[in-house]
C-alpha cells in the first residue's frame, strides 16, 4: 500500500495534547501555522512519533481526520480506541464510526470520545450500544458490510 500522509490534515496539532510544551487537548497549538508546523525540525517527539490510526492504514481516504472531524487512535488489537474529536456525538453523524463501534462491541473492546478538556464520552453503556447496533445492522443489510 502507498505510505499515507497527512496532506492539508492539521487535527491532531489541536485535538491532541503535546506535553512537553505545555500544549493541552482542543487547544491549537501555539506553533501551528497555515502551512503545518512552525518549529516542524525542532518539533517535539510526542509530535515526531505521533502516528494517527489513519495515516498507517485504517479507514479509507474519506475518513481522514480532517474529513472524519475526528483523529482515531488505536491501542495494539484495538482494545480500545479513542478518538479525538470536536464532536462527542461524532457517532451520531459518522456511519464509519458507528462500524468501529460495532465492531469494538461484538469484540467486547471499548471506544472513548475526547474533547479537549471535557468529560470523556464512553459509548459503551448498554443503551448506547443497542441503539448504535440497531443502526449497523441496517446499515450492513443496505451494503453488504461486515467489520
Ligand atoms: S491527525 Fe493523522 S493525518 Fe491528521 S495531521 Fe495528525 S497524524 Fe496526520
Ligand atoms: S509542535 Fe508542531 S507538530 Fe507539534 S502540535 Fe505543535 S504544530 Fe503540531
Not at 36 to 41: L, R, S
Not at 136 to 144: D, R
Amino acid at each position: 500500500m502507498k505510505p499515507r500522509i497527512c496532506g492539508p490534515c492539521q487535527m491532531c496539532c489541536t485535538w491532541l495534547a503535546v506535553e512537553t510544551i505545555g500544549k493541552a487537548c482542543g487547544v491549537p497549538c501555539e506553533h501551528l501555522t497555515a502551512h503545518g508546523c512552525g518549529i516542524y525540525e525542532m518539533r517535539p517527539d510526542e509530535c515526531r512519533i505521533f502516528t494517527c490510526a489513519w495515516l498507517v492504514g485504517m479507514g479509507d481516504v474519506s475518513v481522514r481526520p480532517d474529513r472524519l472531524n475526528g483523529v482515531v487512535t488505536a491501542a495494539p488489537e484495538r482494545q480500545l480506541i479513542v478518538i479525538f474529536t470536536p464532536d462527542l456525538d461524532l457517532p451520531e453523524r459518522s456511519a464509519y464510526v458507528r462500524k468501529l463501534l460495532a465492531v469494538q462491541g461484538r469484540r467486547g473492546h471499548g471506544l472513548i470520545l475526547v474533547k479537549g478538556d471535557e468529560p470523556r464520552k464512553i459509548w459503551a453503556k448498554e443503551e448506547d450500544m443497542e441503539r448504535i447496533m440497531a443502526l449497523s445492522a441496517t446499515e450492513q443489510k443496505a451494503t453488504g458490510t461486515d467489520g
